[in-house]
């Protein structure tokens, strides 16, 4: 007996006929939009997991002013070596930024997007926000523009977004409660006076929602973004992303608090923890609903420049820009072929999936299961697994059941090299090995015997037997084997009901 | 009778655009008041603009050369919490 392998969703959209989930991918977790809003963000690498092994992204920093604290931020903050938002190495003036950006697009066919996010807020930076965005839509009309806020300017600017074609914005929500937000926002400057405490949440919630509702209002599609503070707003985030979804928010974006000493934030002096992974996918899972959540989100740099979790940005500094020779008539041709054959990428790799057929053998009259069982998988994007183990900085993890495979999340790692075993080597593999916790399988191209050994040892099955093929198809693949084999810790009286046999 | 900016600035363009009076200027290596023009907003805001939107602590003086933002007032971090955490860290 065969049975598809079927999404979380039951009712599937009529278009696509994908069935089985992506990798948790954009038709899962946009599958409630309309069809307009769906192509729309096909291939915003932010907007839809399955568009982000493919389309790269890039952020300028024109934006360093802001008129909020919030305290996991540190405006001291300047560091390449950090990957968070807030953070630049560079600071550019609007036309060094549009410089940059013909540049970037012109040496990566895959970037389609460009976001202003800081490293202080868009919108209390309007004038270099909008230059640049009006230079843009002059000079690279098929780039699309997004802006990041923290929503206390927005409603003074929603006409100005609209003005400029900004149709993707995401507002950073952290709270609807001002007693919550006071033991995250410090203090506000509004109407030309610093004001702190409960009164300062207050206005920055009354103004986020009201920006909220005044771009949805006027067809913009929002992203709302959280940041999951244990003990501070944990508990409180599923009853804003209620909130915002019925403000008509199209995607809501749980992220962790990112707190350590060295970062000088109010956070990580004072020692809040951020949440552990359990925590963080647990919450995401109550948020998510009928609205699914996004979980594949590497909170960039404000000038990170590429595929998300990587970052080109080096190559691209203002010096290296400056000598740059572009013919970007010729770029913006090579972008569009590279882009419509990624769009066909990602259509064929659908197509199959949603055929994709796991025979079961022993239902015995009424559906049982097996446990679901976390995979982790080692890409550099394509939506395929291609990347040796070693050369991996991050892995994606993938929640397999029964029912559907789908993406949960991500994990960095630092960069493991492979016969570097003795001193720093081994304790980094060890850091990656324990990374992985609460996975059960990882999946990459290739793998040392060193860390093949030590995966086992771990209770982590390596396997390199799936290179080149799509992730969720492997992952599926494996899962049916590992549940053949008798998964371990399985529930007591379940059957096992899979079978590899793709 | 005048503000001034010292050299934990971090050139964040906040204040600029708020002074009442021109009397801010990007320069290096950081942004710069000009004390003939500066009237610590005098008759035009309850509050001087610059102190009001700088988040770095100690960053704005005020005409007695004062921290018109001191340590902790602004990120809420206990001064003495802030010199143990730094502490530690130089130490590893």
Same mark, same amino acid.
């Given at each position: 007996?065969?049975?598809?392998?079927?999404?979380?969703?039951?009712?599937?959209?009529?278009?696509?006929?994908?069935?089985?989930?992506?990798?948790?991918?954009?038709?899962? $977790?946009?599958?409630?939009?309309?069809?307009?809003?769906?192509?729309?963000?096909?291939?915003?690498?932010?907007?839809?997991?399955?568009?982000?092994?493919?389309?790269?992204?890039?952020?300028?920093?024109?934006?360093?002013?802001?008129?909020?604290?919030?305290?996991?931020?540190?405006?001291?903050?300047?560091?390449?070596?950090?990957?968070?938002?807030?953070?630049?190495?560079?600071?550019?003036?609007?036309?060094?930024?549009?410089?940059?950006?013909?540049?970037?697009?012109?040496?990566?066919?895959?970037?389609?997007?460009?976001?202003?996010?800081?490293?202080?807020?868009?919108?209390?930076?309007?004038?270099?926000?909008?230059?640049?965005?009006?230079?843009?839509?002059?000079?690279?009309?098929?780039?699309?523009?997004?802006?990041?806020?923290?929503?206390?300017?927005?409603?003074?600017?929603?006409?100005?977004?609209?003005?400029?074609?900004?149709?993707?914005?995401?507002?950073?929500?952290?709270? @609807?409660?001002? +007693?919550?937000?006071?033991?995250?926002?410090?203090?506000? %400057?509004?109407?030309?006076?610093?004001?702190?405490?409960?009164?300062?949440?207050? !206005?920055?919630? $009354?103004?986020?929602?009201?920006? =909220?509702?005044?771009?949805? +209002?006027?067809?913009?599609?929002?992203?709302?973004?959280?940041?999951? !503070?244990?003990?501070?707003?944990?508990?409180?985030?599923?009853?804003?992303?209620?909130?915002?979804?019925?403000?008509?928010?199209?995607?809501?974006?749980?992220?962790?608090?990112?707190?350590?000493?060295?970062?000088?934030?109010?956070?990580?002096?004072?020692?809040?923890?951020?949440?552990?992974?359990?925590?963080?996918?647990?919450?995401?899972?109550?948020?998510?609903?009928?609205?699914?959540?996004?979980?594949?989100?590497?909170?960039?740099?404000?000038?990170?420049?590429?595929?998300?979790?990587?970052?080109?940005?080096?190559? %691209?500094?203002?010096?290296?820009?400056?000598?740059?020779?572009?013919?970007?008539?010729?770029?913006?041709?090579?972008?569009?072929?590279?882009?419509?054959?990624?769009?066909?990428? =990602?259509?064929?790799?659908?197509?199959?999936?949603?055929?994709?057929?796991?025979?079961?053998?022993?239902?015995?009259?009424?559906?049982?299961?097996?446990?679901?069982?976390?995979?982790?998988?080692?890409?550099?994007?394509?939506?395929?697994?291609?990347?040796?183990?070693?050369?991996?900085?991050?892995?994606?993890?993938?929640?397999?059941?029964?029912?559907? @495979?789908? %993406?949960?999340?991500?994990?960095?790692?630092?960069?493991?090299?492979?016969?570097?075993?003795?001193?720093?080597?081994?304790?980094? =593999?060890?850091?990656? !090995?324990?990374?992985?916790?609460?996975? +059960?399988?990882?999946?990459?191209?290739?793998?040392?015997?060193?860390?093949?050994?030590?995966?086992?040892?771990?209770?982590?099955?390596?396997?390199?037997?799936?290179?080149?093929?799509?992730?969720?198809?492997? @992952?599926?693949?494996?899962?049916?084997?590992?549940?053949?084999?008798?998964?371990?810790?399985?529930?007591?009286?379940?059957?096992?009901?899979?079978?590899?046999?793709? | 009778?005048?503000?001034?900016?010292?050299?934990?600035?971090?050139?964040?363009?906040?204040?600029?655009?708020?002074?009442?009076?021109?009397?801010?200027?990007?320069?290096?290596?950081?942004?710069?008041?000009?004390?003939?023009?500066?009237?610590?907003?005098?008759?035009?805001?309850?509050?001087?603009?610059?102190?009001?939107?700088?988040?770095?602590?100690?960053?704005?003086?005020?005409?007695?050369?004062?921290?018109?933002?001191?340590?902790?007032?602004?990120?809420?971090?206990?001064?003495?919490?802030?010199?143990?955490?730094?502490?530690?860290?130089?130490?590893?």
């Amino acid at each position: 007996m065969q049975l598809p392998v079927i999404g979380r969703q039951v009712a599937q959209p009529s278009e696509g006929g994908c069935s089985a989930s992506g990798c948790g991918g954009s038709n899962d $977790q946009l599958s409630h939009l309309p069809q307009s809003i769906r192509d729309k963000v096909r291939d915003h690498p932010c907007y839809s997991e399955e568009a982000h092994h493919h389309f790269a992204r890039m952020h300028v920093a024109v934006a360093p002013a802001c008129n909020i604290q919030c305290h996991y931020c540190n405006r001291k903050y300047d560091c390449a070596n950090e990957s968070r938002p807030g953070v630049v190495s560079e600071l550019l003036t609007p036309d060094q930024a549009v410089k940059k950006v013909i540049a970037v697009a012109a040496h990566i066919p895959q970037m389609t997007v460009l976001g202003i996010a800081g490293p202080g807020d868009p919108l209390a930076n309007p004038e270099r926000t909008f230059e640049t965005f009006r230079q843009l839509s002059e000079k690279a009309p098929d780039i699309k523009l997004c802006v990041s806020t923290n929503g206390l300017s927005l409603p003074d600017h929603v006409e100005a977004l609209c003005k400029h074609n900004i149709d993707h914005v995401t507002i950073t929500i952290n709270c @609807v409660d001002p +007693e919550i937000g006071a033991k995250i926002y410090p203090w506000i %400057f509004w109407k030309n006076r610093r004001i702190k405490g409960r009164k300062a949440a207050e !206005i920055l919630i $009354q103004r986020q929602q009201q920006g =909220l509702q005044m771009l949805t +209002e006027r067809g913009v599609l929002v992203k709302v973004n959280s940041v999951m !503070i244990p003990g501070v707003n944990d508990r409180h985030l599923e009853e804003v992303s209620q909130i915002v979804k019925a403000k008509g928010a199209f995607l809501h974006n749980v992220m962790p608090l990112i707190a350590e000493a060295e970062h000088g934030t109010f956070y990580g002096v004072m020692g809040q923890r951020g949440p552990t992974h359990d925590e963080l996918q647990s919450l995401q899972d109550k948020c998510a609903g009928d609205m699914n959540l996004m979980r594949h989100c590497r909170q960039c740099r404000a000038d990170a420049v590429g595929m998300l979790g990587e970052d080109r940005g080096d190559e %691209f500094t203002m010096d290296k820009v400056e000598e740059m020779v572009i013919d970007y008539e010729a770029a913006m041709r090579e972008r569009a072929a590279y882009q419509q054959a990624a769009l066909a990428t =990602l259509e064929a790799q659908r197509k199959p999936a949603g055929e994709q057929f796991i025979p079961l053998t022993a239902l015995g009259g009424r559906k049982r299961t097996s446990r679901p069982m976390l995979v982790a998988v080692a890409t550099t994007g394509g939506g395929v697994i291609n990347q040796h183990f070693g050369h991996a900085r991050e892995f994606l993890v993938y929640e397999a059941s029964p029912m559907d @495979v789908r %993406f949960i999340g991500h994990r960095k790692v630092e960069l493991y090299r492979e016969g570097n075993s003795c001193g720093d080597g081994e304790s980094v =593999l060890q850091k990656t !090995i324990a990374a992985l916790a609460g996975c +059960e399988a990882v999946l990459c191209s290739k793998i040392g015997y060193e860390p093949w050994e030590m995966l086992e040892q771990a209770g982590i099955a390596p396997n390199g037997e799936h290179a080149m093929e799509p992730i969720e198809q492997a @992952v599926s693949a494996v899962y049916a084997e590992l549940v053949e084999k008798g998964l371990r810790r399985d529930v007591a009286g379940e059957q096992i009901l899979l079978q590899a046999g793709i | 009778m005048a503000y001034q900016i010292i050299d934990s600035c971090v050139n964040c363009w906040a204040c600029e655009p708020l002074c009442p009076s021109g009397a801010i200027h990007a320069a290096q290596p950081h942004f710069f008041i000009d004390r003939n023009r500066c009237t610590e907003c005098d008759g035009e805001h309850a509050e001087a603009q610059c102190a009001s939107i700088c988040p770095i602590e100690g960053a704005i003086l005020d005409r007695w050369g004062v921290p018109a933002n001191p340590p902790g007032s602004l990120t809420g971090i206990p001064p003495a919490r802030m010199r143990a955490a730094m502490a530690e860290i130089r130490s590893r």
